[in-house]
């Protein structure tokens, strides 16, 4: 091709896209939401409860935009509890301050306190959600966002019938801050959750709850979108509805090429919409999720919640059709759905894998322990606290939010010297670490990478104290999930299996126990953005980081200053 050719073909490309960009400005539109954080009373599993919820909701409100649209939501706080509310997944390009987590982008919302966060959807399509980010809050207070296309564009797939959020919770009969709270002070394992729930309900399996059961009415022949949430605080899940199978069509609202399975593997605090088509005799059948994990039974809540999928003129009072589960430790079939995904790659939703790479790093990502405080008796191993870290560093909140300390220049917050490789190396995925590797340092670090960096991240699991899978989540981002495998990282010979052509898009992926998992980004959104383990119990312990992206030239390259009413600290 000749170089005029060229010229003209990149114009072409670029007037299409600055068309397509002014055709979304224009149509876009402004959603206001009320979210009122309260004390509401509801029924579960026998007994009454007073919990924290959205609007007296459980799940809570759920919002409705188009890709484009604008999003205000004005929160007060009613509670008993700080808060605050985090937009999982949601890129907030320039809108740091409304990201949500506590003592990192914002202190919390105080009893009595308001804050109004605004932020637009760009370039995102599918389903986030959205949650409390302080302590565990975000057991009761979390709900979807449903992200529609554009106005004027459609889905990649044929449009379904219906489009149903279902949405993974975990239920304590206690209170969960008591709860967590509880096992902070001692330094030992919080108590397993009571329950798991579909859309706020336990489900038939469990004690007085087969009248609140949800029920998902649908006519044979027909399609379904099931925009699916795992909002379980510490544990990932295994989905599967009894003789029917899926089209997952996208996950963290990016969409994939079509995936025909049985089964949906999802972490805590991922998403995927997946197609079903009602082409069963009609009937009922349930659909059910159980807990992934990899510890010995008995160590966590190894129970099943339930819905039930109702075919429309069916009669028959007979028990729903259950389905065939995965053992709770099949990790054969965590991998095998997590290496099935692959980006759509069309010219509409286009693949930009970064090709070189300014900046790599390797963290580990672990369970550990500290010593007990003197003075004090401590539940972990040996009188110890449980702990976990990254690279043998254990997060430890500052009391000044990260963001507002660098904007400002307050120092003494933050050092920016987390390491870009484990401080010492060893058989990270062995039976024999030795043990003076199992104490990291608490501290408070981060790393600082420059506007449009393009950033290699290697994920690599350790058995330190406890072999496990780790959900890391990277606020402000999505990326691509270009590499996983099992053992330990081979920088020689492991990125050799790179899929660099359409791999996944993300913005919360599987380290897989004992294994490692490679991801992709460009650091093109100023800010400050928390990188975390999406299990709850393990965020509180320390498996945390912060990414201080620097401005670019220009405002569209700026962070916006703080708005007026942001919580004090």
Known sequence: MSLPSVRLSAALVFLFTFAAYLAAVINAEIHHYTFVIERTVVTRLCKNYTIVTVNGQLPG??????????????????????????????????TGWAD????????????????????????????????SHISWLRATVHGAIVILPQRGSLYPFPKPRAEIPIIIGEWWNKDPITVINQAILTGGAPNLSDAFTINGQPGDL???????????????????????VNAALNT??????????????????????????DVIVISAGQTADVLVTADQPVGKYYMAARPYNNQAAGAFDNTTTTAIIEYIGYQNSTRPIFPKLPFYNDTPV????????????????????????????????????????????????????LSASMNNISFVDPTIAILQAN????????????????????NYTGDDIPRNLWFPLPAT????????????????????????NHPMHLHGYNFYVIGEGFGNYNPKTDPLKF???????????????????????????????????????????????????????????????????????
């Open 61 to 94: 409100p759920t919002i409705h935009v188009h890709n484009g649209d604008t999003v205000i939501v004005k929160a007060y706080n009613r509670a008993q509890y700080n808060a605050t509310l985090h937009w999982h997944g949601v890129k907030q390009l320039r």
């Open 407 to 426: 904007y400002f220049g307050i120092n003494g917050v933050f050092s920016t010297d987390f390491p870009s490789k484990p401080p010492h190396k060893f």
């Open 445 to 468: 670090k981060v790393k600082v990478l420059k506007y449009n960096a393009t950033v290699q991240l290697v994920f690599q699991s350790t058995n330190i104290f406890v072999a496990e």
């Open 206 to 228: 469990y004690p007085c709850s087969t009248s609140e059961t949800f029920r998902l009415p649908v006519k044979r022949g027909e399609t379904y979108l099931l925009r699916i």
């Open 100 to 131: 949500g987590p506590a003592y990192i982008t914002q202190c919390p919302i105080p009893p009595g306190g308001h804050y109004t966060q605004r932020f637009t959807i760009t370039g995102q399509e599918g389903t986030l959600w959205w949650h």
């Open 499 to 569: 899929n660099l052509v359409d791999p996944p898009e993300r913005n919360t992926v599987i380290a897989p126990v004992s294994g490692w998992v490679a991801i992709r980004f460009k650091a093109d959104n100023p800010g400050v953005w928390f990188l975390h383990c999406h299990l709850d119990d393990h965020l509180v312990w320390g498996l945390n980081m912060v990414f201080i992206v620097k401005n670019g030239h220009g405002p569209l390259a700026t962070l916006e200053p703080p708005p007026k009413d942001l919580p004090p600290c």
């Open 236 to 261: 990932g899940h295994f989905f599967k509805i009894a003789r029917h199978k899926f089209t997952v069509v996208a996950v963290d609202a990016s969409y994939t090429k079509p995936y025909k399975t």
């Open 334 to 385: 965590v991998t095998k759905f997590s290496k099935a995904l692959r980006s759509l790659a069309s010219p509409e939703h286009p693949v930009e894998v970064p090709q070189t790479v300014h900046k790599s790093f390797i963290s580990t990502v672990g369970l550990g322990l500290l010593p007990c405080e003197t003075g004090n008796t401590c539940e972990g191993p040996n009188g110890t606290r």
